[in-house]
């Protein structure tokens, strides 16, 4: 693990933030109503009935499950953390060993390691719908062109019917959730922004850092409703939450890849911010825009997003895909 100097910073936050989610405990339970915050809670998991594995991957750790919560469809994210270097000592001596075997030189072992050392990050969608759970489905992809004529008679009409809520954005925007984990604002209503940790990341460790800055201003929907004016808004979001960064993680500029998804999955305009050699899921050339690439497009052409043609992966089963089909467009 590289970044060792920043994990004091990543235990002593993970540590107050536990105890900040202690404390925040009863304050849940008189029926706080606040979604975010990390509480010990009971294990609502047992009563989880599987009805499918989504998809999984032995080399990523992962596994994606659909099923059923208390009768409500769900889908379960369960991820194996990484082996963290400051936490390598209590491993090593908390830990027992089962031998495997062992021929000359080379021995293999399980070890067993300490609990709070084997942690599996469990992210729950519930209730779940069909559309999250197309969302974690291995699938075929295909990949489409979208000109500007397409967006406004296939894509737009499509969105606007079928896209997800983006409840949870507006919950952090309105501070109704994930308050404090808010690592940077900006409050002014047209250029500002709030930047948090995306939820796939547990924080832990600076290498795979992922960030999301999410715009105050609603209604931009993707860069596709971009033009020069935004151009404020970007810059700014570019500039303080690099410098944020580097504040909060000592990460610089350099190595960070700051850009936005189309399509996106929500509908409202978030520009993720991802340690640079962290390969996060979507950051592929066919669905990742850089941001200072975007910002150029519309300093040279203020409709550049309105009017160019953009090419974008959907997965075999997204309705949207279905459209593209139907308008013989593939
Ligand atoms: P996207 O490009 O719209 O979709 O990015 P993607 O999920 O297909 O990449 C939205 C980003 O927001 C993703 O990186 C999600 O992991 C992240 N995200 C989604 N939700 C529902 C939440 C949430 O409730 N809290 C936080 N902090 N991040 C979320």
Redesign the pocket.
């Known amino acids: 693990m590289a970044d060792s100097a920043a994990k004091p910073w990543a235990k002593h936050e993970t540590d107050e933030l536990y105890q900040k989610a202690k404390r925040a405990k009863s304050d849940n339970e008189n029926g706080g109503g606040e979604v975010?915050k990390e509480i010990e809670c009971e294990n609502i998991l047992s009563e989880f009935k599987t009805t499918k594995v989504l998809s999984d991957s032995a080399r990523e750790k992962n596994i994606f499950i659909h099923g059923k919560l208390a009768d409500q469809d769900a889908v379960i994210i369960l991820e194996k953390t990484p082996i963290r270097e400051d936490t390598l000592a209590e491993l090593f001596t908390g830990s027992t060993l089962k031998l495997e075997m062992k021929n000359d030189i080379y021995s293999t072992y399980r070890l067993q390691a300490p609990p709070q050392l084997n942690e599996i990050k469990t992210t729950v969608v519930c209730p779940a719908t069909e559309k999250h759970i197309k969302?974690y489905q291995r699938q075929e992809s295909f990949l489409v062109e979208e000109t500007g004529a397409d967006y406004q008679s296939i894509t737009l009409p499509y969105i606007q019917k079928q896209s997800f809520s983006v409840q949870?954005v507006y919950n952090?925007l309105e501070k109704k959730?994930?308050a404090d984990?808010i690592v940077f604002e900006d409050p002014d209503p047209t250029v500002g922004f709030l930047l948090?940790?995306?939820?796939?990341w547990d924080q832990k460790q600076v290498d795979d850092l992922?960030l999301?800055a999410i715009t105050l201003q609603r209604g931009i929907r993707s860069f596709r409703d971009l033009t020069q004016e935004h151009l404020p808004l970007l810059q700014n979001i570019f500039q303080k939450g690099k410098e944020a960064i580097l504040q909060r993680y000592q990460l610089p500029a350099s190595k960070l890849r700051v850009y936005l998804?189309y399509q996106?999955?929500?509908y409202h305009l978030?520009v993720?911010f991802t340690k640079l050699g962290y390969e996060a899921?979507?950051c592929g050339v066919e669905r990742a825009h850089l941001l200072a690439d975007v910002i150029q497009n519309l300093q040279s052409d203020p409709e550049y997003y309105k009017t160019r043609t953009l090419y974008f992966p959907l997965r075999v089963d997204d309705g949207l895909l279905s459209k593209y089909k139907e308008a013989e467009r593939l």
């Not at 948090?196 to 796939?200: I, R, S």
Request: glycine share 10%; net charge positive; aromatic share 18%.
């Open positions: 975010g969302k949870w952090i959730a994930e984990r948090l940790p995306d939820f796939k992922y999301i998804h996106p999955s929500y978030h993720h899921p979507g």
